[in-house]
C-alpha cells in the first residue's frame, strides 16, 4: 500500500454523496418550528449536557434525525424542569435570569403562520427554525455535612464496613437527589449480598438552606440471615432444566446473595437457548420471620436452531490462538452458517461456518488482485462439563489463502492452515477471572512456491487467565484488566518444534474529568525456541512457528506503522518473518462529542526483536532483547463512532522523527508515508472495529 493522496475523483465522490444526504434529511413541517438550537448560559458547576436531556424539547443531532417541534406549553414546562433538575442536583438557590426564542413571535403563537413568515424556511413547502437561549443564575449548592448509618449494630463488622464504604453519597460533596437514591439502592444490595435478603433501607435529609448543608441518615432493618430455598425452573418446556439448573450453581441451602443471583443469571442466557432469564427470589410474604427464601428460575426459550447465508468484510484482524492478530489483508466473503443450541439435548452448542474468500493481500481499504480463500469452522461448546460451571470447548478450522503474515504482496504464497482445540474454560469471582487450558495442535501445509515458509506441525498446552476488574469491556472508563497467556509446545507432544510462549498485558483506565477517560496499556511477549526439525527452513527453526511469533505495527499495537512494518527481521526473498521478544506501550485520551461520536489522541511505542537481527542471519544463535532505544514512537488521534456492538473507529498515527531508533535521525524501520496533496508524512491511516485496547 504505497501513498495516500487526495483526489479530484475523491472530491468528486462527496459531492455525489450531498444529494444523498439531503434526501435522507427528516422534513419540518410547514406549520411548525422545529428546534435547531438550545443554548443555556450561566452551566459552570453542572454538566450540560445531562441538563438539556432532561428536557422534552431537544435539539436536532443529524440531518436524518426528526426535528424536536416547538410547543409553547411544553416550553414554559421545560423551564421548570430547569429549577426542578437544579434543585435536583442540590442547588437550593437556582433560577432562570431571563428566556428568549427567536423568532420571539413563536411565543405568542406556537405555530407559523402565513405564506410569507417572518422567519426563513428550512425548504420548501416546511416550517421554520427556532433557536432557544435560557440563561441560569446557578448559586451555592448544598453540602453533605454528615452521613450516618443506623440500624446495623447488630451486623458482622465487615458488613458495617462494607456499608460504610459502598455509600455513594460522601461527606463535603454536593447533594444529589439522585446519588442519595442510588445510595438506598445500594445499601440494599449490600446487605442481599450479606444473607439478608428481606433487608429494608429508608433515609431521611435534613437540609439547613441558610447555612447550605445537608445531614444524611440512613435507616436499615437487616432482617434475618437468610438462606436459599427450593429452586425450580419454569420455561424450559423441553429444555433440560437440570442443566439450568447446574449453570445457574445455585444450592438450596446456600447462603442467600443478590450477587450469587445475578451470576447465575448471566451464566445462563449465555448458553444462547434463550431469550430472557429471570431469577425471582420469592420471599414468603405471610412468614414474616421464615430466613428459608424459595427460588424461582424463569427461561424464555429461544430459537435453538438457526442458519443463514450473509455478505461481509474482514478487515485486517486474524482472530485465533491465544490473542488477536492484526494482518495486512482483509477480504469480502460469503458466510455461510448453521448452529445448534441443544445439540444433544443438553443445551450444548455445535456451530459450524464455511466462509468462502475473496482476499485483498494489503491493508484496507486499498486494493491488490484478489486471491481466492477459504475457510471452515466447527465449534462446540458442552455446559456443566465435569462440574457445574465448567464449559468444554472444542473446536477445528480449515484454513485457505495467502498467509496472513507475509507483509508483501510480491512474496505472498497460498497455504493451508488446519487446526484444532480442546479443553475447559471457566470463570470466576461472578466473572472477573476468567480462566481456559486448552490442547491445542496445528498442522502448516504452504503451496509449492519459492517464496513459501516450511511445511510444519505443532501440539501445544495453552493456559490463558484474565482478570477483569474494567466497568464495561466494550468501552471502559474505569478499572483495570489484567491478561496472562502461556503455551509449551512440542517436548513429549508431537511438534517441529520445542518451545514456550508468555505474554502478560496490563491495561487501566481512569476517569477524568469533563467525561474523559485515560487508557493506558503494557504489555510483553517472549517466545523461547528450544529445539526444532532440522528439515524446516534455517529462519524458521530459529524463530518458531510462523502463527506464534510476533508481528507489530497495526490498529491495536503501533497506529504509526501498518500491520507487520515494525521490529522482527526481513528475508531478503519472503520479507518479514516476525520475531521472538516484544514489548509495546499506548496511552490514549478519550473524549466524547455526543452520545454515539468521540475523538480520542494516542502516543504508541514498542519494539519487536528476532534476535538474528534485522535482516535475518540464521547463523546467529537467537538472542533477542527488550530494545528500549527503539521506541517507534507515534503519534496521533482518531474517531469514534459507539455502536452496541462496540466504537467503529479511525486512526491515524505519524511516527516521531528521530523516536524511531534513538540515535538515528532518519531512522524509519519499513514506514508508509501518507500523502496529503504536496505533503508526506510516514504513518498510517486505520479503520477498524473495537477499542485499541
Sequence with gaps: MGTWRTSTGAGWWLMAAIPILHACASTLPSTRYGIDEIEIEGVEQVDEGELKHSLVLHERDWPWNDWSL???TVYERDLARIVRWYRARGFYDASIVTHEVSPPEALVRDRVSGTEPSCERVGEGEGCPLSIRVVVSEGVPIRVRTVAIIGDDELPLEVQQKLAERVPLLVGERFDEAVYDRSKR????????????????AGHVEVNQSQGTADVTFLVSPGPSCVFGPIRVEGNDDLSAEVIYDVSNLSEGQPFSLAEIEDAQATILSLGSFSAVDI????PEKEVNSNVIPILI????????RMGVGVGAQIGTLEQRQTDQNVAQWDVHILTLAESRNTFGNLEKLRAQVRPRLIFPTTFPALTPPQFGAETVVDFRKPAFVERRTFLQSGLRWDYGPDPNATDPSVQFQRHEIEGHLGPERTFGRGLVFTTMKVRGAIYLPDDDPNAASEYHTTLLEQVVHLDLRDNSLTPTKGTFFRLAIAEGGFFLPSSWDYLRFAPEVRGYVPLPGKLVLAGRIGLGYLLVLGADSDLQPVDQDLGPRGYRFFCGCSSSNRGYLPSRMGGCIDPVSGNQGGLLEWK?????????SEIVGLVVFADAGDVDSGIGDVCDPTQTPSPKIRLDRLHLSVGGGLRVHTPFGPIRADLGLQIPGAQILGETNARTRSEFLGFGALDFPGAFHITVGEAF
Excluded at 280 to 283: A, F, L, S, V, W
Aim: no cysteine; glycine share 2%; proline share 5%.
Design 298 to 305: 424463569r427461561v424464555a426459550r429461544g430459537r435453538t436452531f
Design 70 to 72: 416547538f410547543d409553547d
Design 280 to 283: 425471582i427470589p420469592e420471599i
Design 585 to 593: 506501550a499506548n496511552v490514549e485520551l478519550r473524549a466524547p462529542v
Design 186 to 201: 445500594v445499601l440494599r444490595q449490600v446487605l442481599a449480598n450479606a444473607t439478608h435478603a428481606r433487608a429494608s433501607v
